[in-house]
């Protein structure tokens, strides 16, 4: 049982039931069928791009990701400073214990939001031209593909899979979905989760469909019914 598995299990959080024989493929029977995150957001964290240049996919941060933690900084800072304006008018001066206590808030905040997309790469990379998959934070222009560490040849792909987890945050709970390779010896390699299920399954489709290997999506095979995405918001 893998560390996702103990802490669900711990928290008495739900582990859907797979049975991989419904896939009929020998290679769904020696892979793992729980979730390889604890955690995923209710809102779209990366989105699938066309790669213009070289040709192929990649998932790519969402806007709210990669700025994410600036803005709550700045935001907290600009709350502070206005409370302070707004409390010290007619003194002639400005309290600055207020702009230090929102200062610190907005740290804390965005050391938070930091802290739970730290594991996010800027890009997940499908390349036509390399016919290899690979992860990088840089311009995926500027590296070389065969160099970096999770370089993996479109041969040694064998599937992909679609996994529904429950998660909770504070005192709300929500279903949320994870997006992973299935290598041809087993292995997985995870790409995306979070909350937002009809992105996530029609960008699943197409990259399935591009890579020319089966898609096995767990919430159709347990005949779930297609979540409704409404009132989860892309950042």
């Known amino acids: 049982m893998n560390f996702t598995a103990i802490w669900r299990k711990l928290f008495s959080l739900p582990i859907e039931v797979v049975d991989p024989e419904i896939f009929g493929h020998p290679l769904a029977k020696s892979t793992e069928w729980t979730p390889l995150s604890t955690f995923a957001p209710t809102y779209c964290t990366q989105r699938l791009r066309p790669m213009s240049r070289a040709g192929g996919w990649m998932f790519v941060r969402t806007w709210g990701v990669r700025y994410g933690m600036g803005l709550l900084f700045l935001g907290m800072i600009t709350l502070g400073i206005l409370a302070a304006l707004y409390l010290d008018r007619g003194r002639g001066r400005m309290d600055w214990s207020f702009l230090l206590f929102w200062g610190i808030l907005g740290l804390l905040g965005a050391g938070m939001f930091g802290w739970q997309h730290r594991r996010i790469p800027h890009y997940e990379v499908f390349d036509a031209t ?99 995405d409404d009132g989860i918001t892309e950042m």
């Open 130 to 228: 390399e016919r290899a998959f690979f992860m990088t934070n840089r311009d995926p222009r500027a590296v070389i593909a065969e160099q970096q560490d999770s370089y993996v040849p479109f041969s040694e792909i064998g599937a992909l899979q679609l996994l529904r987890k429950y998660c909770r945050a504070g005192k709300h709970s929500y279903w949320a979905y994870e997006l992973n390779l299935i290598l041809q010896n087993g292995d997985r390699i995870h790409l995306v989760a979070h909350g937002k299920y009809q992105h996530l399954l029609k960008e699943a489709v197409t990259l399935a469909e591009w890579l020319d290997i089966p898609f096995w999506n767990v919430v159709e095979a347990n005949a779930g019914t297609p979540p409704d």
